[in-house]
């Protein structure tokens, strides 16, 4: 149980473009996702919480029109890099809570690498 | 601020050995502790969670917690080669996000 898939898993493109990433909860509801980003021998650093039906939550120095977190269902939430430049290339990882569980356990999708040209 | 901190390392462990990982956290109304293990160029997993002062046993792994110290720690015994990973101490509030440490690396050489 608690699996979290992410799609794509590798993801090249040209400067200027936009990339749509995609996590989903597959065995359990998760009215919380989160959007971390993970660059070379680097932390986690956590982009945004998301949650289902209401605008995501971003941190500090994360910007909201560039980064567009959509949390449309309770096992689906994606996020879209607009107009993505070399410097957004990083890993990108989403991570998923359970919603029925007291535990505030989260369990991270396996990740999108993301390279930007 | 909440902070978690971590001793980088790397620590380094022969085969067979008991591998010490450490982590403190800043914030008093912590309220759940979990250790992630991350081997390179993958996502976290979690390994282990803890949520009352003591100890918490799983096959190699034993998680350790004392809230009046601030301090949580994981013990892996007979250490294995495929041990060899990033490890992420992370604490949360209940209904908040997780905070995590920059993690501790474990080399276990066979």
């Known amino acids: 149980g608690a699996v979290v898939s992410q799609h794509p898993s590798r993801v090249i493109c040209k400067s200027g473009t936009s990339v749509k990433i995609e996590c989903r909860s597959l065995?359990?509801?998760?009215?919380?996702m989160f959007w971390y980003r993970q660059f070379p021998k680097q932390s986690l650093m956590l982009m945004a919480t998301?949650?289902?039906?209401?605008?995501?939550?971003?941190e500090q120095g994360v910007e909201k029109d560039k980064f567009l977190i959509n949390h449309a269902s309770l096992t689906l939430s994606t996020l879209t890099v607009t107009s993505a430049h070399p410097e957004d290339s990083s890993f990108y990882i989403c991570?998923?809570?359970?919603?029925?569980?007291?535990?505030?356990?989260?369990?991270f999708g396996p990740g999108t690498r993301l390279t930007v040209l | 601020q909440k902070e978690v901190e971590q001793n980088s390392g790397p620590l380094s462990v022969p085969e067979g050995a008991i591998a010490s990982l450490n982590c403190t956290y800043s914030?008093?109304?912590?309220?759940?502790f979990f250790w992630y293990r991350q081997y390179s160029g993958k996502s976290p997993e979690l390994i282990m969670s803890?949520?009352?002062?003591g100890d918490k046993e799983d096959g190699r792994f034993t998680a350790q917690l004392n809230k009046a110290s601030q301090y949580v720690s994981l013990l892996i015994r007979d250490s294995q080669p495929s041990d060899s990973a990033t490890y992420l101490c992370?604490?949360?509030?209940?209904?908040?996000?997780?905070?995590f440490g920059k993690g501790t690396t474990l080399s276990v050489s066979s």
């Open positions: 992370a604490v949360n509030r209940a209904g908040t996000a997780l905070i």
């Open positions: 914030d008093r109304g912590s309220q759940s």
């Open positions: 065995d359990f509801q998760a009215t919380t």
């Open positions: 803890i949520y009352s002062n």
């Open positions: 991570s998923a809570r359970d919603s029925l569980s007291p535990y505030n356990e989260q369990f």
């Open positions: 998301s949650n289902e039906g209401s605008k995501a939550t971003y």
